[in-house]
T-cell receptor, first 112, second 114 residues
């Protein structure tokens, strides 16, 4: 157990819908990273937050957005969902003075 | 941005043999080089990492070696066991800071035959 929690574990929804994925980092970690894992694209970095502020952006679509709250949990919002958004979404957390990132169990999103 | 290549894509070994997976990267500013193990349907698990101020690090049957000049690092697993079967990812950190996003290789599927 990495200490990073993600909810829900599974999500099944229809095209055009909007969903919110939630992540709570390990105690003491200030950074949250979101990654998408799909069969064709592999594991791809989406976005990073550090202590409530956006720190870095990767290949995140404009239909996707994220935020980190004062209690340091983070939410990833996916809107106007398409079939191709079906994937495993992981968050990872990291500390402020070292490099390690620890992954949560992931949310499996299925868009029908 | 960082380009990461990982070889081989699949590796099959007999139990007890050694396995080596190589990763090349392009960002000369990268200073952190982790390896992750992922079992089917589960989260990537950090198994070993190395920073650019050392050339080798060992943890029981697992070791990582780094050649910064050539921009590659390798995962070595000795005395492989069936439970080592999984997909392994290298994920060098982009940029030279203490925090940054990981750029994952495409993975190596390791099968250890009993």
């Amino acid at each position: 157990d990495s200490g990073v929690t993600q909810t829900p574990k599974h999500l099944i929804t229809a095209t055009g819908q909007r969903v919110t994925l939630r992540c709570s980092p390990r105690s003491g970690d200030l950074s949250v990273y979101w990654y998408q894992q799909s069969l064709d694209q592999g594991l791809q970095f989406l976005i990073q937050y550090y202590n409530g502020e956006e720190r870095a952006k990767g290949n995140i679509l404009e239909r996707f957005s994220a935020q980190q709250f004062p209690d340091l949990h983070s939410e990833l919002n996916l809107s106007s969902l398409e079939l191709g958004d079906s994937a495993l979404y992981f968050c990872a957390s990291g500390g402020s003075s070292y490099n390690e990132q620890f992954f949560g169990p992931g949310t499996r999103l299925t868009v029908l | 941005g960082e380009n990461v290549e990982q070889h081989p894509s699949t590796l099959s070994v007999q139990e007890g043999d050694s396995a080596v997976i190589k990763c090349t990267y392009s960002d000369s500013a990268s200073n952190y080089f982790p390896w992750y193990k992922q079992e089917l349907g589960k989260r990537p698990q950090l198994i070993i990492d190395i920073r650019s101020n050392v050339g080798e690090k060992k943890d029981q049957r697992i070791a990582v070696t780094l050649n910064k000049t050539a921009k590659h690092f390798s995962l070595h697993i000795t005395e492989t066991q069936p439970e080592d079967s999984a997909v392994y990812f290298c994920a060098p950190m982009e940029g030279g800071g203490s925090q940054g996003n990981l750029i994952f290789g495409k993975g190596t599927k390791l099968s250890v035959k009993p």
